[in-house]
């Protein structure tokens, strides 16, 4: 059964609704690499070694690194030239920049995957992959159905994805007696925790809140102060849709508690990551911190830039990318939080959506899928104060909610604003 259209205001709340599912206590984000004891993988024991591995791919060593050892969510960067089984040379880095992804999240084929975690920064190998490790029976491009490919490859440097900062602690919420909770008609449960004498904000300015989130049971999923705080404009559903209700009973310098029903929260569909899970009822504590005016009438976006067909770089996943305007700024890698204004169109170019729209930029954390794993892909092929455009098939926009989406590729622009790189541990 064909689903209806996205609704018009379903890609900016996903994306405004990653500043508070970015700070999910248990949000699942790239593998976190894991400490090398400094012994040689078993997989290759010695220098020419070869053999293989239970899944079909041939690993040759031909010659050892030096440097550390692939993990899954370092971001690797890597030479390689291509052939088929008859000699055919279908594909190579040579005479240009390395090629680089994050290893173990599937954006490139699973020999490679696979292949490149078996080997140490500096290292050369030859990966003999099969054709279901590789593009099965379907041809692909210059690569027939059913092709056994032979990749060599040198792994030229192993950048590990920064350690995610430790969560915060998780206290409970304020124990408040059920009778003493104001009740709305809409279900809104709220009381006083503390009393400000500020203005109280009206429909269509922005406030900036700090807030706290749990489950009925008490389980911690949020924190703002472990980051910092969240602004929102008053009424656009931005993020939830009881905050909107409830923010609008308060004055600055109050704190209140509410319970909001899932048709308050995130409904009966939940978290786009599953991590808060269909017809939740969800606990928050918020404090006002301040109001500022409505954002100015922005102009309406235009229409996307054209690009030929052959103008686009392709990626294994089928991720189409056009760089509108070169960064001049760093390199954004997983765990570094992006802000950005994007638009959103159809293959027809009818816009579904444009942050422009709204006012204000969003911040996306990348690596956490908190959009989509093409969001992410995009994103780690940018530097900071990019304009960029990229074409997303269903599974690459909607990732694990693909079988409810509509059909077709969408078409994003992005303009990176700004970059807060991930912090590392000393």
């Known amino acids: ?93 040579a005479g240009g920049d390395p090629f680089s992804f994050v290893l173990g999240q599937g954006s490139v084929i699973p020999g490679w995957d696979e292949g490149i975690a078996l080997m140490r920064e500096g290292g050369k190998a030859q990966l003999i992959i099969p054709p279901e ?24 440097a192993v950048d590990a994805v920064p350690t995610p900062a430790p969560p915060p602690t998780a206290v409970p919420p304020t124990t408040v007696d059920p009778d003493d909770y104001i009740v709305t008609d809409s279900g809104l449960q709220y009381i006083f925790l503390a009393e400000g004498d500020g203005d109280t904000p009206e429909m269509g300015e922005v406030v900036t809140v700090h807030f706290t989130g749990w489950f009925e049971d008490g389980t911690l999923f949020a924190d703002s102060r472990a980051a910092s705080p969240i602004e929102f404009i008053v009424g656009d559903e931005q993020i939830l849709p009881g905050w909107d209700e409830a923010v609008l009973l308060m004055q600055v310098g109050d704190n209140v508690q509410m319970v909001l029903p899932p048709e308050l929260g995130l409904g009966e569909e939940g978290s ?50 056009f760089v509108i305007t070169p960064g001049t700024g760093e390199a954004i890698e997983a765990g570094d939080t992006v802000t950005l204004h994007y638009t959103v169109w159809e293959e027809d170019g009818t816009q579904l ?12 954390i990348v690596g956490l899928e908190q959009i989509s794993p093409g969001w992410d892909e995009a994103l780690l092929l ?4 990019s304009v960029a455009q990229f074409v997303l098939t269903p599974e690459l926009a909607y990732g694990d909610q693909v079988d409810n989406a509509p059909e077709g590729n969408l078409i994003f622009e992005v303009e990176v604003l700004g970059l807060e790189k991930a912090e590392t541990e000393e």
């Not at 990653?18 to 997989?43: F, K, R």
């Not at 504590?285 to 690009?307: Q, R, Y």
Request: include cysteine.
């Open 272 to 321: 786009p990551n599953g991590t808060i899970p269909p017809n939740a009822t969800l606990i928050f504590e918020m404090e006002l911190l301040g109001i500022s005016p409505p954002p100015p009438t922005p102009t309406p976006a235009p229409p996307p830039v054209s690009v030929d067909e052959s103008d686009y770089a392709v990626t294994d996943s089928g991720l189409k990318l």
């Open 1 to 93: 059964m064909k689903i209806q259209k996205t609704n018009a205001r379903n890609w900016h709340y996903l994306l405004l609704a990653a500043m508070l599912l970015g700070l999910l206590v248990a949000a699942c984000g790239p593998a976190t690499p894991q400490a090398n004891d400094g012994e040689t993988s078993d997989a290759v024991s010695e220098e020419g070694g070869s053999r293989v591995t239970a899944s079909g791919l041939e690993y040759v060593e031909v010659e050892a690194g030096t440097g550390v050892q692939a993990q899954p969510g370092d971001l690797v960067s890597v030479h390689y030239t291509g052939t088929l089984a008859d000699g055919t040379e279908f594909d190579s880095s």
């Open 353 to 364: 959506e444009s942050s422009y729209n709204f006012g204000q930029p969003v911040p996306v």
């Open 133 to 156: 490790l590789a593009y099965g029976a379907n041809d692909y491009g210059p690569i027939p159905g059913n092709s056994t490919l032979t990749f060599d490859v040198e792994l030229v």
């Open 382 to 385: 940018l530097e900071n104060l």
